[in-house]
């Protein structure tokens, strides 16, 4: 959910609830207020036609003429009463039958306990409620609409700000999301009049432009570290040879000058790796051809050959045809990383290479993993303890399937380890 929605809707929540209480509050004391008014006049009526009824002297007959005048007067009924009660007033609201309208209708009405000329009648005023009626459904109605054109007016007007205020921060936001720092540029930052995205936006820019530039100090450094010590790793390694061709040397000088030499053989294929990634990092590795995946395995495997039957592991092979165009020098190192990789961690067993539907899937028994699996392709992130590992061989797969987008992914199932590869790039 994004952030003016939040705040949007609990705004607009609020705003609903308030709006749907005050309906019905509204609606009730604006029916009592003119309950109040109609009830006033009701009184005023009846206290004018008190008025009036007590000074008809002339009236020979009271109850006839009486009886006459309540036949004649809609809104009003008086008759004879039983007494009890004189004086008091009371207030109704009544449903009854509109001899005009042909329906029934609400009326309110005041019915009094009057004395007139010595006896006691019930009088009786009405007034119709039907304008009352229509003028609080009038009300009701227009306060409806306003909520339906609150809501409506704050949706649009949250699209039309969303959409204008925050097209900066998600323009921003793309360009870190694609951003890689061996690869991308400077962010160029969108101006903005809102204060809070410029601030944002320059930070962004500095801490980008910052990494970069210790990213790119750090792999120059690699490279020129491992390319200077190619020379003195091959004077140390070529004097180590002549001191082991020295006679009459004991049984443990040559055990110790054989540790340096295994020592100095690592040194050597670590220098050589940290080179190699140095290079795929800057993009050296830039040639490509057409190159026969399948051949080129089987070739691979013919040469690890003898490195897995001196470990007693088996290799089987089930290799389709298969044409990528991609840089031959590197695939090369991919699948022979991959393969000394399966012999090297099979304990005894067997390495099945099968490459169907463009996945090529390396698969060798061992023990699962005792480290997390999600670290299997870092840079010096070892599982064998054996010190002839330099633990970047899987980093060097890894980053060559990021440089030419191929999926690469590693489970552990029944038994085996099993690495897949699947190319793109087919002819």
Known sequence: MRLLQVSLRSSLLYSLVIVLISIPVSLLSLHKILNDEVDELLAAHTAEFLKHIKTFDYLDDLETDLEVFDQLAYDIDIGPSDGRDTGTSRYETVSSYDSVAHERRPFRELSSQVVIKGKPYLLTLRMSLVD??????????????????????????????????????????????????????????????????????????????????????????????????????????????????????????????????????????????????????????????????????????????????????????ALEPLRIKTNKALIEILLTNLFHNAVRHTPEGSVRVQLHERTLTVTNNGKPLTMDAERMFDRFTKESPKTSSTGLGLAIVKRICDTYGYGLSYRYENGCHVFSVTFNGVV
């Open 132 to 317: 009352n009626d229509e003028l609080i459904y009038a009300i009701g109605l227009v306060q409806f609409a306003l909520i339906v054109l609150l809501a409506g007016g704050l949706l649009l007007l949250n699209r039309s700000l969303s959409k204008r205020l925050w097209e900066p921060f998600y323009k921003t936001l793309n360009q870190l999301k694609a951003y890689q720092v061996d690869k991308s540029g400077t962010i160029a930052v969108v101006k903005t009049n809102i204060i809070e995205f410029n601030d944002l936006n320059q930070t962004v820019s500095h801490l980008a432009d910052r990494n970069r530039k210790v990213f790119l100090h750090q792999k120059e450094f690699i490279e020129n570290a491992s390319h200077e010590l190619q020379t003195p790793l091959a004077i140390f390694q070529a004097k180590l040879d002549l001191l082991m061709q020295k006679p009459g040397m004991s049984e443990a000088e040559a055990a110790l000058i054989t540790d340096l030499e295994a020592t100095a053989q690592r040194m050597a294929r670590l220098n050589k790796n940290l080179l190699l990634l140095s290079k795929i990092d800057n993009e050296q590795f830039t040639g490509k051809e057409e190159v026969e995946v399948s051949k080129l395995a089987d070739d691979l495997l013919s040469n690890v050959t003898f490195t897995a039957d001196a470990e007693n592991v088996s290799i089987t092979r």
